[in-house]
């Protein structure tokens, strides 16, 4: 269900969403994604219904890469677990 929100604050919304989505960041992000999904496909890898999890490295399921996924001791987040996965590969 979409955000109810006034004509300005959507627009304010957009400009901030379209900001983020093409942030240094995310821009690599993307490519490492389209990157690793068009070579799964050329393998013949069966990649339906997967997303890339950039924290593992690897095609997980939709439902599980959208959030939920720590453990009940770890922080949960983005945030968190890219800082957890730094963490580990030092």
Do not use: W
Not at 17 to 34: T, Y
């Amino acid at each position: 269900m979409p955000q109810k929100l006034s004509a300005k604050a959507r627009a304010a919304k957009s400009k901030r969403d379209l900001a983020a989505a093409n942030s240094p960041r995310r821009r690599k992000m993307r490519a490492e994604c389209q990157k690793a999904r068009r070579a799964a496909i050329k393998a013949g890898r069966n990649i339906k219904g997967k997303d890339y999890d950039h924290n593992s490295g690897k095609f997980v399921s939709t439902k599980h890469n959208r959030g939920g996924t720590q453990s009940k001791k770890k922080k949960d987040g983005t945030k968190a677990e890219r800082r957890q996965t730094r963490k580990k590969k030092k």
